[in-house]
């Protein structure tokens, strides 16, 4: 499972504190796992090419020296908001790229006078592409929301939502719950998509050192060569 990645010095490299991203998962876990169930023969070019656009804003995280995570929110076949991560940029832990896109179709909206329904019912004909499995945060706020459908690269181990910690994806509200409280509702979920280009990013995300990675508390101590 490891593929060949260095376990403990990306594990050193993983406690970078304002994220809940983390690279040993979603280098550990990729296509190949049997929680996806994407598989070649089904997927369609459009899928491929807005996971593309994800792919992109991830690329665009990595370069603001962010974790590398990116997104997109899809309605009609338009992309209508994108979304990377920026918790480091914003020293805020929540600012995921999910969050950050949905912000963004919550004030336009809000801005064009829509009611509570009209966003939802908005929301509820959306479909997410994020470049790794949303966060038990993320997870949660897109089922609170309605979203139709989700689809993702790489699996997240150590915080996923849709699987790999908590299913979220798979299950509403318990009916008890009062009206006034908001409910969750399921969501289709399909995990793999692009996976190895998502890893990848991670991957060279750590390799060219993560510069908000917490410095060691001692400085290293030289080996005297007898
Ligand atoms: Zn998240």
Known sequence: MSQGVPTEDVENEMNIGLSSYHPLAFAAVCSLSARCCWSLGAMESDNLAYMELAIHQAKLAMESLEVPVGCVFIKDGNVIASGRNRTTETRNATRHAEM????????????????????????????????????????????????????????????GGCGSILALHSSSSESFISDEVPQRKGFKCTGGLMASEAVSLFRSFYEQGNPNAPKPHRPPVEKKVE
Request: negative net charge.
């Open 100 to 159: 950050e896109a949905i912000d963004i179709l919550l004030e336009k909206w809000q801005r064009d006078g829509l009611s509570k329904a009209e966003v939802a019912k908005n929301f509820s004909q959306c479909v997410l592409y994020v470049t790794c499995e949303p966060c038990i945060m993320c997870a949660a706020a897109l089922s609170f929301l309605g979203i139709k459908e989700v689809y993702y690269g790489c699996a997240n181990e150590k915080f």
